[in-house]
């Protein structure tokens, strides 16, 4: 299984209040992606990184940021929660970005705002 | 704008059966296509790709998938299922930039009856 831990695992939190989910690798994979599931849409795209702070918007990255400072760390942070940000966020790592380099994913951390 | 689209919600099908998973995409040109398995409370895992030539892919867990360009779709198969198959199934295509992006269908939850 490919490296990647995510943390927390659960969390609930206050609508307003800030929030920093982080993943972490250990494959020294250049490309990072953060990925939100609610049902009926499968998987949508949050943000991506290509590299060392080099980052870039997916299709649903309002009232999200994310940072990158380190090759093994990609960090998405809430900047004040809302009900609607209440999903199962996943972290996946790529060696590249090109489509035959698969994508891994990690376990997965369930965010309540209440 | 390239989508995925997954018809079916929920399919149930007993212990031994053959199944078939649907989907459809949208794209102007030759498609990367992709599903992945993701078992209760996992993260996602690849099961088979299709980028070009036969258009029969074989993948994990004695799976495979047919891309019909005619009709634009990309189906799972199994012949005969497990019980050990039940979980959300996606299926996903590469988006048109150089990037990693992933665009997933909603997900088909299965469940195997005894």
């Known amino acids: 299984d490919a490296g990647i831990t995510q943390s927390p695992r659960h969390k609930v939190t206050e609508t307003g209040t800030p929030v920093t989910l982080r993943c972490h690798q250990t494959e020294n994979h250049r490309y990072m992606y953060w990925y939100r599931q609610d049902p009926g849409h499968g998987l949508r795209l949050i943000h991506y990184s290509y590299g060392v702070k080099d980052t870039d918007k997916g299709e649903v990255s309002d009232g999200y940021s994310v940072s990158r400072s380190k090759t093994e760390d990609f960090l998405l942070t809430l900047e004040s929660a809302t009900s609607s940000q209440t999903s199962v966020y996943f972290c996946?790592?790529?060696?590249?970005?090109?489509?035959?380099?698969?994508?891994?994913f990690g376990p997965g951390t369930r965010l309540t705002v209440t | 704008a390239q989508s995925v689209t997954q018809p079916d919600i929920h399919i149930t099908v007993s212990e031994g059966a053959s199944l078939e998973l649907r989907c459809n995409y949208s794209y102007g040109a030759t498609p990367y296509l992709f599903w992945y398995v993701q078992s209760p409370g996992q993260g996602l895992q690849l099961l088979l790709k299709?980028?070009?030539?036969?258009?029969l892919v074989q993948g994990i867990k004695g799976f495979e998938a047919e891309f019909k360009r005619s009709q634009s779709s990309f189906n799972l198969r199994k012949p005969s299922v497990h019980w050990s198959d039940a979980a959300e199934y996606f299926c996903a295509a590469y988006g048109s930039s150089n990037t990693g992006k992933l665009i997933f269908g909603q997900g088909t939850t299965l469940q195997v009856k005894p």
């Open positions: 996946a790592i790529s060696e590249s970005g090109g489509p035959s380099y698969e994508q891994y």
């Open positions: 299709y980028f070009s030539g036969d258009t």
